[in-house]
């Protein structure tokens, strides 16, 4: 329930070029929101009109008015701080007690009024909803922030930031940082916003999908997101219309089904165009090969030949980095349907963000697993991995991370490295956490995480077999493991292979050959069988598993892999076994699970 309070307004008009901060005297953990009507007014007339809720009980959508919430980043790109600065029309917030932002009362008017268009009134914005001077109250809000998201209805994206509408042609920083994870996946009704310079509206057309963006004053557009990032890879076509959502079939393009029926009732060949079709055809392929393996840090390699094969009706798209691995795990996130496959997508998708703060890695993304861990910021990175992890076990997403370093004494879940604010994890020269994502990767878990303790060890219920190696372990090929370092793990990229043999619990013997990453060790734990999102199993010969060893004086996980074994013949020879490790050992027993 929400109550109202008209007493706590805050005004301030742009007029009197004040900096916008909350007063001392301001309450901690209140909800607030901007009227939307005031910030239309003219230049120099606009005004922010802060209003504020108090929360009785819990966060709750009917009990508030209908909002829309902002995506952005708070370091703004260089396109949408030119379009500010030409628009000069700064408005100062106030952070910490000696540091001010500077966003604009252009960018905000932009948001505003496709909220208004939407039929909206009122409009949540970190910089203004939140006392940013106060710890307590932006405590209060962040373990709030999920259901600040959630409940939204609708969601803007500003890519470059609240400044202004970005470049839908241009990179930016939106994609990697943590807090946008959730930001862009917790509301249905999620929109981009973006310049938009062509005359009328938009259709953007790309195999059978389809997205319509709206035009509105100002040259700013939006879509929504769900129909956007198909059209990102591949440049789509693009269709400029007068009528949102009409198209009207041209003449030319009923002549050229003219055309198309004229030759299919057997008319000559005309061998300059199939040989032009043919080539296209051959530049389509190259292109999609391209967009299969590009990752952001390889696209200065190929930019200079994507161009070349670039539609010439509409640039690609690359403020969200498709090619990148956060770009094709926050589709998987959006899209699927299966909670393994969400929450699996989730675990690698944060291992790539950034932050200015290392607690915010998980804080930014909590509530998208849907638990709330404690705002403490004096926590380590690594306690609240190891926290998060024990809070989703059910599905154990981050048993597909590559081999790195894992936790002691568990040797189960990831560790991230040294921590450095605003980079992504680096394991050290030459091992960007990149190199350690599996693109896709997805399982129908068979492992059961049973408990995740600093105490009392980690438990979990799995099939077991001894493996014995046959013949020598083979490094893969330098191009693959180049290929590993620049564009990321993908689906079936490992580092070595060997022939090894499963001896299971009856003594029956599989050889079969192992990929893998990291080592071979004394046990096979298995983990699941693959499956390409909400598809049905595509690769029903391999199963991934993860090798206990013994190092360093202790039993941990060290390596992981696929073997070229079905699952359904390991089910067959295998039982299911409790499994404990604790300050170093091994302890399992058969189980009746």
């Not at 202004?164 to 994870?181: F, I, K, Q, V, Y």
């Not at 509409?314 to 589709?331: D, K, M, P, Y």
């Not at 040797?411 to 980079?423: A, K, Q, T």
């Not at 580092?495 to 599989?510: A, F, M, R, Y």
Request: net charge negative.
């Amino acid at each position: 329930m929400a109550t109202f309070l008209n007493h706590y307004d805050m005004y301030m008009s742009e007029s009197s070029r004040n900096v916008f901060r909350y007063p001392s005297t301001d309450t901690n953990g209140f909800f607030r929101l901007v009227l939307i009507d005031p910030l239309l007014r003219g230049p120099n007339a606009a005004a922010i009109h802060v209003k504020q809720f108090y929360l009785y009980d819990s966060f709750d959508r009917v009990s508030l008015p209908p909002y829309v919430a902002i995506s952005h980043v708070w370091n703004s790109s260089d396109e949408a701080l030119k379009a500010a600065q030409a628009a000069n029309r700064p408005l100062h917030v106030q952070v910490e007690e000696n540091e001010l932002r500077d966003i604009s009362w252009h960018g905000l008017q932009q948001a505003a009024s496709i909220a208004k268009y939407l039929g909206y009134e009122y409009l949540w914005l970190d910089f203004l909803c939140l006392n940013q001077l106060s710890s307590a109250d932006k405590k209060l809000q962040i373990k709030n922030m999920g259901n600040i998201y959630r409940c939204a209805a609708a969601v803007l994206i500003m890519v470059g930031g609240i400044q202004a509408a970005h470049d839908l042609h241009s990179g930016a920083e939106w994609m990697d940082r943590a807090w946008t994870l959730q930001e862009a996946t917790l509301c249905k009704e999620t929109f981009a916003v973006f310049q938009w310079e062509h005359e009328g509206h938009g259709l953007l057309v790309k195999d059978q999908d389809r997205c319509w963006v709206r035009k509105m004053q100002g040259n700013v557009g939006y879509a929504r997101l769900l129909d956007l990032l198909p059209m990102v890879g591949k440049p789509p076509v693009l269709k400029v219309v007068s009528e949102f959502g009409v198209v009207e079939e041209s003449e030319d393009s009923e002549s050229d089904d003219t055309a198309s029926d004229t030759e299919s009732e057997g008319s000559e060949i005309d061998f300059k165009s199939a040989w032009g079709e043919f080539k296209s055809g051959i530049q389509e392929v190259v292109q999609e090969a391209v967009e299969d393996v590009a990752e952001e840090a390889a696209n200065d390699i190929f930019e200079p030949f994507v161009s070349d094969i670039a539609n010439e009706g509409f640039e690609r798209i690359e403020c969200f980095n498709f090619s990148s691995q956060a770009g094709q795990l926050l589709r998987d996130i959006i899209y699927s349907t299966n909670e393994a496959t969400r929450i699996t997508a989730i675990w690698n998708a944060i291992w790539l963000r950034t932050s200015t703060k290392e607690q915010d890695i998980v804080f930014g993304s909590m509530h998208l697993f849907r638990v709330n861990i404690e705002v403490d910021y004096n926590r380590t990175l690594d306690d609240l991995i190891f926290d998060l992890a024990s809070r989703t076990s059910n599905f154990p997403g981050w048993l597909t991370l590559g081999s790195f370093k894992y936790h002691h004494p568990s040797g189960l879940v990831p560790l991230p490295p040294p921590f450095e604010s605003n980079s992504t994890f680096e394991y050290g020269v030459l091992s960007p956490a990149r190199k350690y994502v599996r693109s896709r990767t997805y399982l129908d878990f068979d492992i059961r995480i049973l408990e995740l303790s600093h105490h009392h060890g980690q438990l979990f219920c799995a099939r077991l077999l001894q493996l014995r190696p046959k013949g020598e372990i083979k490094s893969l090929s330098l191009r693959k493991n180049c290929t590993r370092l620049i564009f990321g793990a993908k689906r079936g990229s490992y580092k070595h292979k060997s022939q090894v043999v499963l001896i299971g619990p009856n003594g029956h013997e599989l050889e079969t050959e192992c990929l893998f990453d990291g080592d071979l060790g004394w046990y096979v734990v298995v983990v699941g069988h693959p499956h390409e999102m909400d598809r049905p199993l595509m690769d029903t010969s391999k199963t991934f598993v993860f090798f206990l060893g013994y190092s360093n004086g202790r039993w941990e996980r060290i390596g992981a892999g696929e073997i070229a074994i079905s699952y359904e013949l390991i089910r067959q020879n295998t039982i299911r076994s409790h499994c404990r490790l604790y300050q170093g050992s091994l302890l399992a027993s058969s189980c009746n699970c």
